[in-house]
């Protein structure tokens, strides 16, 4: 099993910065992605950024110059640098990986427990 543990997540005011951490742990062989995904009150989960293991990113629109994900591959931790905060990135963060607990077992989805950001205007 792969456990995700987020920190980082606190209140803010608009305009300001939050970085966010995830930690994966457990039986681990290869994590080839990590997100991050976020919910919003009322909304469904959406994904905000996403990275590979070869370090290639990719955003969602509504993030894109404000937000840089980046991986520590030799520590298995992922992170999320939040900047220009607004509003609405208000939203219950979660961490997202795609892992093998051994080189011959198929890959699958883990989830952390959530980290709440609140972005206060």
């Known amino acids: 099993q792969v456990q995700l543990v987020e920190s980082g997540g606190g209140l803010v005011q608009a305009g300001g910065s939050l970085r966010l951490s995830c930690a994966a742990s457990?039986?681990?062989?290869?994590?080839?992605?990590m997100a991050w995904y976020r919910q919003a009150p009322g909304n469904q989960r959406e994904l905000a950024a996403i990275i590979t293991g070869g370090d290639s990113t990719n955003y969602a629109d509504s993030v894109k110059g404000r937000f840089t994900i980046s991986r520590d591959n030799a520590k298995n931790t992922v992170h999320l640098q939040m900047s220009s905060l607004k509003s609405e990135d208000t939203a219950i963060y979660y961490c997202y990986a795609l892992a093998r607990t051994a080189y011959y077992n198929p890959l699958n989805e883990y989830w952390g427990q959530g980290t709440q950001v609140t972005v206060s205007s």
């Open positions: 457990g039986s681990i062989a290869d994590i080839p992605t």
